[in-house]
């Protein structure tokens, strides 16, 4: 019984031992010195990058790319970890509940609705995003003020930019709907063939919320903030709409596909007619990569598609926080943008106002081939809207459930 | 004829999903209307050569954390096994009931409060905090496997070698262990098997720092990336099979030297 | 021992406590009893208990009956095929997820049984194939648990079945009784034990795992554990308390049934007798 319990306390001891707190200090530090000094600290260290992990192309341009640039300009090791958003933010609350304050993560991947969550419960670090050369240089203030409505204040640097279109397949439909009400139309007379991912899902909700701007007048009303009596008002229409098409849904709308994977194999293999996605580029992607048939394109509605800017924050017990931001500095570099914009690496979108690149680098963004199923800025930017605030959000997905899924 | 019939049920049920994995990993569209894929690609193959270095790492951290929890299992159930084969007490049906819980309860149930008290303790994020966890839901199995071993070995072995004159330590580790090998390979399997193919409590505690194999596979199987899906699980297949038909082998070896088989 | 049972005791003790709001990482605004009187309140609760309990009986209900009886025929194979029947194991070594993968490749509308009907001319367009993996009686759940479940019961039951003389079989054989009389009268008491374990096992297993129905779950209704994992990883913080509410309901749950099957298969066995 003795030897037990000195080797659990041994064990103990070990375990905690290294994990006592080094400096809440330097971290703030960090916010005052200049960024070269950060660039040295930064030097020959290890960046844990904790990102989503479901797509196959980005894993490997982070892999890759990423981590070989970093090794090269900083002799920084580079470990990309696959986590879902939702599930490190509530790694992140356990932590800081219980009072963990060095933990093992850099950098994360992170916006919207989980921007907000972590922010609230003070899970990030920060302000440090105007510390950033690249952020000084090459992004527009106006982008990074508020994400999804909610200020961001320097939490979180530009990563990438999104906008939500729609997927068919050229050969079995020649011209899709143009509009909200088009849309509606095909899905009556052709009953089984349409669905969209079950809300909460990332690419469900933003479906909702898009026709949640079409049938109730525009985006317009909504970005002030969060009012309960404009939602209560406007929300019926939404739900009339969604369960006015139900019937007609994939499977009679009696099961929606769990999430964004699940509709992109069914697309895929033809049982449903309309993919869609918050990437512009993600059917390109798929048709690289062999999921798609090569006549899969997008389009878009006239009545709006929502776009958004995903970004890059840093936890407030990262262990390695110089890295982190030099890691994010090198994120939204221009030779990062672009390679990230190359559709053989993955085509998302860049987060630099192009305005302000010099006419080289603005040529070298022009010259990239999107391929042929990505949609151009040319016909994505006339019908950009911005994102919900998002208390709407929550309450669009919670009234989802309660006025469609179960009724 | 009978056994043919049942031959071919226990073919179609368990044989076809490999075979038709196999083909999935090499076809990736395969769909309607093919019966037989049409167009073979190598692109998943491709992937996996070129991902080695990340594959192999997870692997053996699979194989690494698994084995611990074996092992761990075996040391916490050996002597209260051998109490419980042996003695009869008020209460023993209670007490062997709530010991076994662990296993019966979905683990979702206390894997999530654990989380908290595993980051207080710092066992989170750790590979002792994997392990730990892993045994202390799949205990029990090692549990009833060294119980029903105990049982069938009798207590007739210990008392000779007491009597002869040997220490309880030294009768645990020459006597009793060698003859229970049977029952603790039998609960070492399952442990193994739940260890390797655990994903959520891997990475729950594991917090990302603790790579597993099923980390890698479980996204993948997900997405539309159906040959990646297939080919890692074909790889998962692998691996306890081989694992297995070792220590198959290298136990038949021994205990044939010994005399035993 | 004890230091683990007190961690799953603790870990368990959290989770109560979360469920009342206390100890919740973010201040928590509602009353101690709210979350339960939500879920209480909400139908949708209710039928995804009831769901999960469905699913749960009938792949278990069939992986026992089904692996006994595959058990035992197996058993009176000739040795030279009882080796290569080894494959019944192979199930068990696949992680759960890949079984429901597997279901997905053979029972999606554009799969491999799609596919075979097409051939065989029953269907002409992928449409036209039943509706297996969707239609709101978790079909493809239960399939994914039973092909896990059949040699997990067989494995329990063959334990039983290789301790068994063979000779008592052969005995009723020559005096007489069927084949069918042998097994329900001879064999399958004997392998009572193993046949409860199993079904408790495989009942509990799939009321609470969230493997399988994280890839072929369907909306509505919707299996527990999934819910939870929404409420927990995909919602507000603040519904944290409902996710911990659930979750002790179904612990509690799991605990009862136990108790109350164990009472009862004990209560049956003290009237059959013993040979």
Same mark, same amino acid.
């Given at each position: 019984?003795?030897?037990?319990?000195?080797?659990?306390?041994?064990?103990?001891?070990?375990?905690?031992?290294?994990?006592?707190?080094?400096?809440?200090?330097?971290?703030?530090? #960090?916010?005052?010195?200049?960024?070269?000094?950060?660039?040295?600290?930064?030097?020959?260290?290890?960046?844990?990058?904790?990102?989503?992990?479901?797509?196959?192309?980005?894993?490997?341009?982070?892999?890759?790319?990423? $981590?070989?640039?970093?090794?090269?300009? &900083?002799?920084?090791?580079?470990?990309?970890?696959?986590?879902?958003?939702?599930?490190?933010?509530?790694?992140?609350?356990?932590?800081?509940?219980?009072?963990?304050?060095?933990?093992?993560?850099? #950098?994360?991947?992170?916006?919207?609705?989980?921007?907000?969550?972590?922010?609230?419960?003070?899970?990030?670090?920060?302000?440090?995003?105007?510390?950033?050369?690249?952020?000084?240089?090459?992004?527009?203030?106006?982008?990074?003020?508020?994400?999804?409505?909610?200020?961001?204040?320097?939490?979180?640097?530009?990563?990438?930019?999104?906008?939500?279109?729609?997927?068919?397949?050229?050969?079995?439909?020649?011209?899709?709907?143009?509009?909200?009400?088009?849309?509606?139309?095909?899905?009556?007379?052709?009953?089984? #063939?349409?669905?969209?991912?079950?809300? *909460?899902?990332?690419?469900?909700?933003?479906?909702?919320?898009?026709?949640?701007?079409?049938?109730?007048?525009?985006?317009?009303? &909504?970005?002030?903030?969060?009012?309960?009596?404009?939602? $209560?008002?406007?929300? =019926?229409?939404?739900?009339? !709409?969604?369960?006015?098409?139900?019937?007609?849904?994939?499977?009679?709308?009696?099961?929606?596909?769990?999430?964004?994977?699940?509709?992109?194999?069914?697309?895929?293999?033809?049982?449903?007619?309309?993919?869609?996605?918050?990437?512009?580029?993600?059917?390109?992607?798929?048709?690289?990569?062999?999921?798609?048939?090569?006549?899969?394109?997008?389009?878009?509605?006239?009545?709006?598609?929502?776009?958004?800017?995903?970004?890059?924050?840093?936890?407030?017990?990262?262990?390695?926080?110089?890295?982190?931001?030099?890691?994010?500095?090198?994120?939204?570099?221009?030779?990062?943008?672009?390679?990230?914009?190359?559709?053989?690496?993955?085509?998302?979108?860049?987060?630099?106002?192009?305005?302000? #690149?010099?006419?080289?680098?603005?040529?070298?963004?022009?010259?990239?081939?999107?391929?042929?199923?990505?949609?151009?800025?040319?016909?994505?930017?006339?019908?950009?809207? =911005?994102?919900? *605030?998002?208390?709407?959000?929550?309450?669009?997905?919670?009234? !989802?459930?309660?006025?469609?899924?179960?009724? | 004829?009978?056994?043919?019939?049942?031959?071919?049920?226990?073919?179609?049920?368990?044989?076809?999903?490999?075979?038709?994995?196999?083909?999935?990993?090499?076809?990736?569209?395969?769909?309607?209307?093919?019966?037989?894929?049409?167009?073979?690609?190598?692109?998943?193959?491709?992937?996996?050569?070129?991902?080695?270095?990340?594959?192999?790492?997870?692997?053996?951290?699979?194989?690494?954390?698994?084995?611990?929890?074996?092992?761990?299992?075996?040391?916490?159930?050996?002597?209260?096994?051998?109490?419980?084969?042996?003695?009869?007490?008020?209460?023993?049906?209670?007490?062997?009931?709530?010991?076994?819980?662990?296993?019966?309860?979905?683990?979702?149930?206390?894997? /999530?409060?654990?989380?908290?008290?595993?980051?207080?303790?710092?066992?989170?994020?750790?590979?002792?905090?994997?392990?730990?966890?892993?045994?202390?839901?799949?205990?029990?199995? /090692?549990?009833?496997?060294?119980?029903?071993?105990?049982?069938?070995?009798?207590?007739?072995?210990?008392?000779?070698?007491?009597?002869?004159?040997?220490?309880?330590?030294?009768?645990?580790?020459?006597?009793?262990?060698?003859?229970? /090998?049977?029952?603790?390979?039998?609960?070492?399997?399952?442990?193994?098997?739940?260890?390797?193919?655990?994903?959520?409590?891997?990475?729950?505690?594991?917090?990302?720092?603790?790579?597993?194999?099923?980390?890698?596979?479980?996204?993948?199987?997900?997405?539309?990336?159906?040959?990646?899906?297939?080919?890692?699980?074909?790889?998962?297949?692998?691996?306890?099979?081989?694992?297995?038909?070792?220590?198959?082998?290298?136990?038949?070896?021994?205990?044939?030297?010994?005399?035993?088989? | 021992?004890?230091?683990?049972?007190?961690?799953?005791?603790?870990?368990?003790?959290?989770?109560?406590?979360?469920?009342?709001?206390?100890?919740?990482?973010? @201040?928590?605004?509602?009353?101690?009893?709210?979350?339960?009187?939500?879920?209480?309140?909400?139908?949708?609760?209710?039928?995804?208990?009831?769901?999960?309990?469905?699913?749960?009986?009938?792949?278990?209900?069939?992986?026992?009956?089904?692996?006994?009886?595959?058990?035992?025929?197996?058993?009176?194979? @000739?040795?030279?095929?009882?080796?290569?029947?080894?494959?019944?194991?192979?199930?068990?070594?696949?992680?759960?997820?890949?079984?429901?993968?597997?279901?997905?490749?053979?029972?999606?509308?554009?799969?491999?049984?799609?596919?075979?009907? %097409?051939?065989?001319?029953?269907?002409?367009?992928?449409?036209?194939?039943?509706?297996?993996?969707?239609?709101?009686?978790?079909?493809?759940?239960?399939?994914?648990?039973?092909?896990?479940?059949?040699?997990?019961?067989?494995?329990?039951?063959?334990?039983?079945?290789?301790?068994?003389?063979?000779?008592?079989?052969?005995?009723?054989?020559?005096?007489?009784?069927?084949?069918?009389?042998?097994?329900?009268?001879?064999?399958?008491? +004997?392998?009572? @034990?193993?046949? %409860?374990?199993?079904?408790?096992?495989?009942?509990?297993?799939?009321?609470?795992?969230?493997?399988?129905?994280?890839?072929?779950?369907?909306?509505?209704?919707?299996?527990?554990?999934?819910?939870?994992?929404?409420?927990?990883?995909?919602?507000?913080?603040? +519904?944290?308390?409902?996710?911990?509410?659930?979750?002790?309901?179904?612990?509690?749950?799991?605990?009862?049934?136990?108790?109350?099957?164990?009472?009862?298969?004990?209560?049956?066995?003290?009237?059959?007798?013993?040979?």
């Amino acid at each position: 019984m003795t030897k037990k319990c000195i080797f659990l306390i041994a064990l103990w001891a070990l375990l905690i031992l290294p994990g006592s707190s080094l400096a809440k200090d330097s971290d703030d530090l #960090l916010l005052d010195i200049p960024f070269q000094q950060i660039q040295e600290q930064a030097r020959d260290t290890k960046v844990r990058w904790y990102m989503f992990g479901g797509w196959a192309h980005v894993n490997d341009w982070v892999d890759t790319y990423v $981590a070989g640039e970093m090794k090269k300009q &900083y002799n920084i090791d580079l470990i990309r970890v696959p986590m879902d958003a939702g599930i490190f933010i509530n790694k992140l609350l356990n932590e800081k509940a219980a009072g963990k304050k060095i933990g093992n993560i850099d #950098l994360l991947w992170i916006n919207g609705e989980n921007f907000k969550n972590a922010k609230e419960a003070g899970l990030l670090f920060g302000p440090f995003a105007e510390k950033l050369p690249n952020v000084i240089k090459y992004v527009d203030p106006k982008s990074m003020t508020h994400d999804f409505g909610y200020p961001v204040e320097g939490y979180e640097v530009p990563y990438g930019r999104a906008q939500f279109v729609f997927e068919y397949d050229r050969a079995s439909i020649s011209t899709p709907p143009k509009n909200m009400d088009g849309l509606k139309e095909w899905i009556h007379s052709n009953p089984g #063939l349409f669905t969209y991912p079950q809300p *909460p899902d990332f690419t469900g909700s933003a479906f909702i919320r898009q026709i949640f701007y079409a049938v109730t007048g525009g985006h317009e009303q &909504y970005l002030s903030g969060w009012d309960p009596d404009l939602f $209560a008002q406007k929300a =019926p229409l939404l739900w009339d !709409w969604l369960n006015k098409i139900e019937p007609f849904l994939w499977q009679k709308g009696q099961t929606y596909p769990k999430d964004s994977a699940v509709l992109d194999t069914l697309f895929s293999r033809g049982e449903v007619a309309f993919g869609m996605s918050y990437h512009p580029s993600h059917a390109q992607n798929k048709i690289q990569e062999g999921s798609y048939p090569n006549s899969a394109r997008t389009f878009v509605l006239a009545d709006g598609s929502i776009y958004n800017t995903h970004f890059t924050a840093i936890p407030f017990n990262g262990p390695n926080k110089a890295g982190a931001m030099v890691l994010a500095d090198f994120l939204i570099s221009v030779e990062a943008q672009l390679s990230k914009y190359n559709p053989d690496k993955w085509g998302d979108f860049p987060a630099l106002d192009l305005a302000r #690149l010099s006419p080289e680098e603005s040529k070298k963004f022009q010259a990239v081939d999107l391929g042929p199923a990505t949609l151009g800025s040319d016909i994505l930017n006339p019908v950009a809207v =911005p994102e919900i *605030p998002t208390e709407f959000l929550e309450a669009l997905e919670q009234g !989802w459930k309660e006025n469609v899924l179960d009724k | 004829m009978r056994h043919a019939l049942i031959f071919l049920v226990l073919v179609l049920l368990f044989v076809l999903p490999v075979v038709v994995l196999v083909l999935v990993s090499l076809a990736p569209g395969w769909r309607f209307p093919d019966v037989w894929p049409e167009n073979f690609s190598f692109r998943g193959l491709i992937y996996l050569a070129r991902h080695q270095k990340q594959i192999l790492t997870s692997l053996s951290s699979s194989l690494l954390f698994s084995l611990l929890t074996v092992l761990t299992t075996l040391i916490m159930c050996l002597f209260p096994a051998a109490v419980f084969a042996r003695n009869k007490f008020p209460g023993k049906a209670l007490l062997e009931g709530l010991l076994l819980t662990p296993a019966l309860v979905p683990p979702m149930t206390f894997a /999530m409060g654990l989380h908290f008290l595993f980051i207080k303790f710092s066992l989170a994020d750790t590979l002792v905090g994997v392990v730990l966890i892993l045994a202390m839901f799949s205990y029990p199995y /090692m549990f009833r496997s060294l119980v029903a071993g105990f049982q069938a070995m009798g207590e007739g072995y210990g008392i000779c070698a007491k009597n002869l004159g040997a220490s309880t330590l030294s009768i645990l580790l020459r006597v009793e262990l060698p003859l229970l /090998m049977p029952a603790v390979i039998a609960g070492g399997s399952v442990v193994f098997l739940v260890a390797f193919s655990e994903y959520f409590l891997v990475f729950l505690i594991g917090g990302g720092s603790v790579a597993s194999f099923t980390g890698i596979l479980i996204p993948l199987l997900n997405s539309s990336n159906r040959s990646l899906a297939a080919i890692l699980t074909l790889i998962f297949l692998f691996l306890p099979i081989v694992l297995f038909l070792i220590i198959d082998m290298v136990l038949v070896r021994v205990y044939r030297k010994k005399g035993m088989v | 021992m004890l230091p683990y049972l007190v961690l799953f005791c603790g870990g368990v003790f959290l989770t109560v406590c979360q469920s009342f709001g206390v100890l919740t990482p973010l @201040p928590y605004g509602g009353g101690a009893l709210d979350a339960y009187g939500k879920l209480m309140g909400d139908p949708s609760f209710f039928a995804s208990f009831f769901f999960s309990l469905g699913v749960a009986a009938v792949s278990a209900l069939f992986s026992v009956a089904a692996g006994t009886f595959l058990a035992y025929r197996v058993w009176q194979l @000739p040795r030279q095929l009882a080796s290569a029947a080894l494959v019944y194991k192979i199930p068990l070594i696949l992680p759960h997820i890949s079984v429901a993968f597997v279901i997905l490749v053979f029972w999606s509308p554009s799969g491999i049984m799609s596919s075979m009907a %097409h051939s065989l001319g029953f269907i002409q367009t992928l449409h036209q194939f039943p509706n297996v993996l969707y239609s709101g009686w978790g079909i493809g759940m239960i399939l994914a648990y039973t092909l896990k479940g059949i040699p997990f019961a067989m494995l329990l039951v063959m334990v039983l079945l290789v301790r068994f003389d063979i000779r008592q079989v052969q005995t009723a054989a020559m005096l007489g009784a069927s084949g069918l009389r042998i097994f329900f009268t001879i064999v399958l008491p +004997r392998l009572a @034990p193993a046949m %409860h374990t199993g079904f408790i096992i495989l009942f509990l297993y799939s009321f609470g795992a969230f493997d399988i129905p994280y890839i072929l779950s369907e909306s509505r209704p919707g299996m527990l554990s999934i819910h939870v994992y929404n409420l927990y990883f995909k919602h507000d913080l603040a +519904r944290r308390p409902e996710a911990m509410a659930i979750l002790v309901i179904m612990f509690c749950f799991s605990l009862v049934f136990i108790i109350v099957y164990s009472k009862i298969v004990n209560h049956l066995d003290n009237g059959v007798r013993k040979l």
